[in-house]
C-alpha cells in the first residue's frame, strides 16, 4: 500500500507537431519512415511475457504499395489464446493488488515513451501500416495516445477520491476493485490511440487483458506493445494474439472467467459478439461488461445562414482526412439550396488542389484505403452511382488499384435523400450530398434524425441562434458528439469525450473516466467502531 495521498501530473494534451519542412521533427520522421520501409519486421504472439512464434504467417504489406513487404505477424492456434487466458487469469494475482500508484506510473512513463524516444517510430509505423499522412498520424499514434494515457490517470484518481460520506460512529469507504475475470479486447485498424486505449485503459483499472489488434494494424499494434513493456507492464497482464477472429473470440467467449468486452468495430460484428456472449451468459462467473464504439453514417447539415466556404472546409477535412476511414468521418451533407452554389464552387477547389499518394511525400494530403476489400466495396458503390438516375459523381470517382488501393476523393449529387449512399456506412473517400429547398430546414432535421441506424457523430453549421437551437433539440438523439459550426470529426481526449449511441455503440465515452468506470466494481466497506450489544431498539420500550 502507498504511505501517502498522491497526487499524479495535472493532464495537458500532447501539442501536435506540425511538420512543417526543414523541421527536426519532419527529417526524423522521414528518416524512421524510410529504414522501416526498407526493413522487415516477425511480430509473434505475446503471451505472459514471452514471444510465441507460431510458423503460421500473414505478411504485412502497405495499403498505398502493396507488393511491398514490410514483415510479417505469427496467428495464433487454439491452445495459444488458452494459454493466454490463463497467463492474465495468474497475472491478476499480483497485479490486482498492485497499489493504484505504481500502475499510474507505468502508464505515465508509456506516454511519454511515446512522446520522446518512440514518437517517430510509432509515427512512421502507422504512415506505413494504415496509409496515414504524417499529420494525421501525429494526431492519433502520437498526441491523442499519450493523452489517454496522461488523462486515464488522472481520472483514475477522480474515480477513486469519490467516497461516500461517513459517521463519527462508522467509517464508509468505497473500494473501486477490477473486474473478477480478464477482459477481451478488440481493436480497429483505423487508430493506432484506440489500438492502445482499449486495453490500457482496462490494464490500469487492475485488470487483466486479452487484445487481438486489426490484422491491418499489426505493424503500429507491434511498436505499442514495444512502449508497454519498456514501460514496465508486467508478463501476462497485457496479451497480444493474432489469427483467426472468430476462433479467438469463440474460445475467449467460453471461458466462465470472461468478465468484459471492449471493442471498437463494425456494428455487425458488435452484435454478433454480443449475442454469443448472451447465449453463454450461465457459464460466465459474474455478468460481462460490454462496452462497444461502432459504426457510423455521419453528418453534416448547413442552414441557409451558414458560411459557405466553412460548410465546404468541413466537408473536405471531415469526409477526406485519412481517406475518410474514420469512425466519426462526414458521409452525408444536407446543404440549404441558397448557399450550396458557393459551397460546391469551394468544395470543388478544394478537392482539385488534393494531392494523392504515398505518405513518405508530405505534400499529399491523401493516401490509400487500408485493403483491397474496401477498396473494391467503395468502387462497387462508385460504379452504381455513375449509372443512377438519381445521383451524379461532381468530383473524383477514379480508383486504380495497381500499386496501391487509392480510392479518388468522390463527391456524389443527390435527388433522393435516401439513396442507398446517404444511408450506408462506406468508411472511405466517399460523401453524398443532398439539397434542401431553405423552407424545409425543420423537415431536413428530422429527416436527418430518421435516416440510419446510426448515431455517432454529426453537425450543423448556421449563424442563427434560433436554428441552432432547433437542431440541436431535434438531433438530440442523432449523435453522441454533436458540433457546432465545426467539422464532425477530431474529439480530442479530456475536451471531448467520444462515443455514439443507437447502432453506434455503448457511448461509454473513451476519453473520460465514464470509460474507466466500466473497468472497475465498486465494492462498499462500513466499518463501526463500537457495535451495538443489545439487540432492542429505543421504541420497544
Not at 315 to 323: L, T
Not at 495 to 504: K, V
Request: hydrophobic share 40%.
Amino acid at each position: 500500500m502507498g504511505k501517502g495521498f498522491f497526487e499524479v501530473p495535472i493532464a495537458i494534451n500532447e501539442p501536435v507537431k506540425d511538420y512543417a519542412p526543414g523541421s527536426p521533427e519532419r527529417e526524423e520522421v522521414l528518416a524512421t519512415y524510410k529504414k522501416m520501409f526498407n526493413s522487415t519486421v516477425d511480430v509473434p504472439l505475446y503471451i505472459n511475457g514471452r514471444n510465441i512464434k507460431t510458423g503460421d504467417t500473414s505478411q504485412m504489406v502497405p495499403p498505398h504499395d502493396h507488393q511491398h513487404v514490410v514483415g510479417t505477424y505469427h496467428k495464433a492456434k487454439k491452445s495459444h489464446v488458452k494459454d493466454a487466458i490463463d497467463s492474465a487469469l495468474k497475472a491478476r494475482e499480483k497485479w490486482a493488488v498492485t497499489p493504484w500508484e505504481q500502475r499510474a506510473a507505468i502508464f505515465l512513463r508509456a506516454a511519454e515513451l511515446i512522446a520522446g524516444p518512440y514518437r517517430a517510430k510509432i509515427n512512421a509505423a502507422t504512415m506505413i501500416g494504415q496509409s496515414k499522412n504524417i499529420y494525421q498520424a501525429e494526431i492519433d499514434a502520437a498526441c491523442e495516445l499519450i493523452d489517454f494515457l496522461r488523462f486515464n490517470v488522472q481520472f483514475m484518481t477522480e474515480i477513486y477520491s469519490e467516497q461516500p460520506e461517513s459517521t463519527s460512529g462508522a467509517w464508509n469507504r468505497l473500494e473501486y476493485r477490477p473486474l473478477e475475470g480478464f477482459i477481451y479486447a478488440i481493436t480497429p485498424f483505423n487508430f493506432t490511440a484506440i489500438a492502445a486505449n482499449l486495453p490500457a485503459s482496462a490494464a490500469l483499472m487492475g485488470n487483466v487483458v486479452v487484445w487481438k489488434p486489426s490484422d491491418s494494424q499489426v505493424y503500429s499494434a507491434k511498436v505499442i506493445l514495444d512502449v508497454f513493456k519498456e514501460a514496465g507492464v508486467p508478463a501476462g497482464v497485457i496479451n497480444m494474439v493474432m489469427g483467426d477472429p472468430v476462433m479467438i473470440t469463440d474460445t475467449v467467449l467460453a471461458s466462465p472467467d470472461f468478465s468484459g468486452f471492449h471493442f471498437t468495430g463494425s456494428t455487425n460484428v458488435f452484435k454478433d459478439i454480443w449475442q454469443k456472449i448472451g447465449n453463454n451468459i450461465h457459464k460466465y462467473k459474474t455478468y460481462p461488461r460490454i462496452v462497444g464504439e461502432t459504426g457510423g453514417k455521419d453528418f453534416i447539415v448547413a442552414h441557409k445562414t451558414a458560411n459557405p466556404k466553412q460548410v465546404a472546409t468541413a466537408i473536405a477535412r471531415g469526409a477526406f482526412e485519412f481517406q475518410g476511414q474514420k469512425c466519426s468521418a462526414a458521409s452525408r451533407c444536407y446543404i440549404s439550396k441558397s448557399i450550396w452554389a458557393r459551397v460546391e464552387k469551394q468544395l470543388l477547389a478544394d478537392i482539385k488542389s488534393f494531392k494523392m499518394g504515398s505518405p513518405e511525400d508530405m505534400s499529399n494530403f491523401i493516401t490509400a484505403v487500408i485493403h483491397e476489400g474496401s477498396f473494391n466495396k467503395l468502387k462497387k458503390f462508385i460504379d452504381k452511382a455513375k449509372k443512377s438516375k438519381k445521383a451524379k459523381i461532381i468530383a473524383g470517382g477514379g480508383y486504380d488499384k495497381s500499386k496501391g488501393y487509392f480510392i479518388e476523393p468522390t463527391v456524389i449529387l443527390t435527388t433522393d435523400p435516401n439513396y442507398e449512399t446517404m444511408c450506408t456506412e462506406l468508411f472511405g473517400p466517399v460523401v453524398t450530398i443532398y439539397v434542401f429547398d431553405d423552407k424545409n430546414w425543420e423537415k431536413t432535421l428530422h429527416l436527418v434524425d430518421e435516416t440510419g441506424e446510426y448515431a455517432l457523430t454529426g453537425a450543423v453549421f448556421s449563424e442563427d441562434r434560433y436554428a441552432l437551437e432547433q437542431a440541436v433539440r431535434i438531433l438530440e438523439n442523432a449523435a453522441g458528439n454533436f458540433y457546432i459550426n465545426d467539422k464532425p470529426t477530431g474529439a480530442v481526449v479530456g475536451q471531448q469525450p467520444f462515443g455514439g449511441a443507437r447502432a453506434s455503440g455503448t457511448n461509454d465515452k473513451a476519453g473520460s473516466k465514464l470509460n474507466l468506470y466500466r473497468w472497475v466494481s465498486p465494492r462498499m466497506v462500513k466499518e463501526t467502531f463500537v457495535s451495538p450489544s443489545d439487540y432492542r431498539y429505543p421504541f420497544l420500550g
